[in-house]
C-alpha cells in the first residue's frame, strides 16, 4: 500500500498583496477534538433525561418520557435523509430502550417524496420544513380535505430549520441537507447543546474553525453538544481511533475511485454527466456522485477528518480501495494499522450515529464472509484527480480557503451537470477561484457567507470566459 505524497508548496496566489497570501505553514487554530468528547459523553442520547415540560413548536401534547429521542432529520428527502428514515423505522421496531420519535423532517421541494416517508414512518405530530413556500402550500392544499390524515405542521424557509435545530425538545439533529446550505442550522444544533449525526460534510469544510469554537464554548458551559460522523469513512475512523485516540499516526481514507478510476485524462475530458454519475458501489445524489467522479468528495473528507479529529493534514493519507468494503484505516505509532468493514450501506454508520455507545441489531445487512474477498489497496492519482491536491492544500491553511473550495464545487458542478463546462473543467475552476480571493486566516460567520456568494460569482465568471 502506498500513501498519497503531500504536497507543502503554498498555492500560488495571484492579484493579492503578501500579507493576503495562503501562508506556506499551518495557521494556528482552537483546539478541537471531538473525539475525545464524543467517547466521553455520558448518557446517551437513547437515555439522556428529557423534561416533560418544555417550551417548543407546538410541542406541548407530546408525551416526552426519559427513555425518548426526538430526532429532527434536516434533508430527509436526500439518499441520507431517507436511509436515515429506514434506520428511524428500524429503531422504532426494535430498541427496547428508547421510544425514537421523528420530532421534524425537512424537504426542499419534494413534496411527493416526503409525504410518502411520513406515512411509512406513522408520525402524525412531526413538523415539516420546507425551503420554498410554494412547496409548502401544496403540501396544505393537498391535504386539506383528507381529515382522517393527521395535520402536519408546516414552516417554511431557511430561519424554520435553524428554528427547528435550536429546539428544546429535540435532542438529536441529523444534518444531511447537501451543501453550504445546511450550514446554520447544523451550527445552531451545536451551540444549543444537540447531538449532531453529521453527514453535511460541508459545515466543517466552510467553518471548521467556528464549530471547533463552538464546541470548545459547549465543553465551558456542559451544554452537551456533540458531533458524531455519518460519513462512512469517517465513522470507520471513529470506531477505529476511539480507544487510543492519543496514539494515532496516520488516518488513511479509503476511496472507491469513482466510475473514472481506470480512465484517461482524456477519456474524463470527454466525459458525459450521464457517465460520471453512474458510481460502481454507492447510491447517491447527483451532487455527491459527481463528486465522487472528480474526487472531490475525498477532498472534502480530508478537510473535514482535519477538523473533526484534530489532526494536521501531514497526518491524513488517501488510498484507492474499489470494492467499499475498507472504510477507513487508522495507523498507530507502534505501527499497526486498524480498519473498519462492512458493506457498502450508509443505514450502518446512521444508525450508530443516533445509538452511540450502544451498538444494535442493525437493517444493514452483514458482510458474506462465505465468499472469497478480494480487496484491493491502491495509490490515489494527484495528476488525474487535482482536486485531492486542493484538498491537502485546504486543509493545511484553513481559513477562508474551505469555503471558497466548496463554493466554486458547487457551483461547477451545476454547470458541468448542465452541459456548459467540461468534466475536467471542474476541478480547475476551483483552484482559480481560490487562487483569485484574499485569504484570512480567522474569518468570522458573515465574512465567510459573504466569500461564499462570492466564490460561486466567480466561478461563473471563469467558466463563462474559458467558452
Not at 508548496?9 to 494556528?28: E, G, M, Y
Not at 436526500?78 to 428500524?90: E, R
Not at 428554528?163 to 442550522?185: H, M, N, Q
Not at 484538498?391 to 458541468?416: H, K, P, S, Y
Request: aromatic content about 4%.
Amino acid at each position: 500500500m502506498v500513501g498519497i505524497v503531500h504536497h507543502s508548496d503554498p498555492l500560488t496566489v495571484s492579484h493579492q498583496s503578501t500579507a493576503n497570501r495562503i501562508p506556506s505553514q499551518p495557521i494556528t487554530r482552537p483546539h478541537f477534538s471531538p473525539v475525545s468528547t464524543i467517547a466521553t459523553v455520558t448518557p446517551s442520547p437513547a437515555n439522556r433525561p428529557t423534561s416533560t415540560a418544555r417550551d417548543s413548536l407546538s410541542a406541548g401534547d407530546l408525551d416526552l418520557q426519559r427513555t425518548s429521542c426526538n430526532v429532527a432529520v434536516l434533508g430527509a428527502t436526500g439518499s441520507i435523509g431517507t436511509a436515515t428514515l429506514d434506520v428511524l423505522k428500524h429503531l422504532q421496531a426494535t430498541d427496547s430502550q428508547c421510544d425514537w420519535r421523528l420530532w421534524a423532517a425537512s424537504g426542499h421541494t419534494n413534496v411527493d417524496k416526503l409525504a410518502r416517508e411520513l406515512v411509512a414512518m406513522g408520525s402524525p405530530d412531526t413538523r415539516l420544513v420546507m425551503s420554498e413556500p410554494e412547496a409548502a402550500a401544496c403540501w396544505q392544499s393537498a391535504h386539506a380535505e383528507r381529515d382522517s390524515e393527521p395535520k402536519h405542521q408546516v414552516l417554511t424557509g431557511p430561519d424554520a430549520l435553524v428554528k427547528v435545530a435550536s429546539e428544546p425538545a429535540v435532542d438529536t439533529v441529523v444534518a444531511a441537507i447537501v451543501g453550504r446550505a445546511g450550514l446554520e442550522s447544523t451550527l445552531a444544533a451545536i451551540e444549543h447543546g444537540k447531538r449532531v449525526a453529521l453527514a453535511n460534510k460541508e459545515t466543517l469544510v466552510v467553518a471548521g474553525s467556528l464549530v471547533a469554537e463552538s464546541l470548545n464554548e459547549g465543553r465551558k458551559s456542559a451544554s452537551g453538544a456533540e458531533i458524531l460522523p455519518v460519513d462512512s469513512e469517517h465513522s470507520a475512523i471513529f470506531q477505529c481511533i476511539a480507544s487510543h485516540p492519543s496514539a494515532v499516526k496516520k488516518l488513511i481514507l479509503t476511496a472507491s475511485g469513482g466510475p473514472f478510476r481506470e480512465a484517461t485524462v482524456q477519456q474524463m475530458r470527454d466525459a458525459t454527466p450521464e457517465s460520471a454519475l453512474a458510481h460502481p458501489t454507492w447510491d447517491m445524489g447527483r451532487k455527491i456522485s459527481i463528486d465522487s467522479a472528480t474526487m472531490m468528495n475525498k477532498a472534502l473528507e480530508i478537510i473535514e477528518a482535519r477538523w473533526l479529529f484534530d489532526l494536521p493534514a501531514e497526518a491524513i493519507e488517501v488510498v484507492v480501495h474499489p470494492q467499499s468494503i475498507i472504510h477507513s484505516m487508522v495507523e498507530f505509532t507502534d505501527g499497526s494499522v486498524i480498519a473498519q468493514l462492512s458493506p457498502p450501506d450508509m443505514r450502518m454508520p446512521i444508525q450508530l450515529a443516533l445509538t452511540h455507545p450502544r451498538r444494535l441489531p442493525g437493517i444493514a445487512p452483514s458482510l458474506d464472509r462465505a465468499q472469497r474477498w478480494d480487496l484491493q489497496l491502491m495509490p490515489a492519482d494527484l495528476e488525474r484527480f487535482p482536486a485531492l491536491r486542493l484538498g491537502f492544500e485546504v486543509a493545511r491553511v484553513g481559513g477562508t480557503a474551505g469555503a471558497v473550495v466548496n463554493a466554486a464545487n458547487e457551483c461547477a458542478v451545476a454547470l458541468f451537470l448542465d452541459g456548459q463546462i467540461r468534466f475536467t473543467d471542474i476541478a480547475q475552476v476551483c483552484q482559480t477561484v481560490l487562487n483569485h480571493h484574499n485569504f484570512e486566516s480567522t474569518p468570522t460567520l458573515s465574512r465567510l457567507l459573504e466569500l461564499d456568494r462570492w466564490a460561486r460569482d466567480e466561478a461563473q465568471r471563469c467558466c463563462a470566459a474559458s467558452t
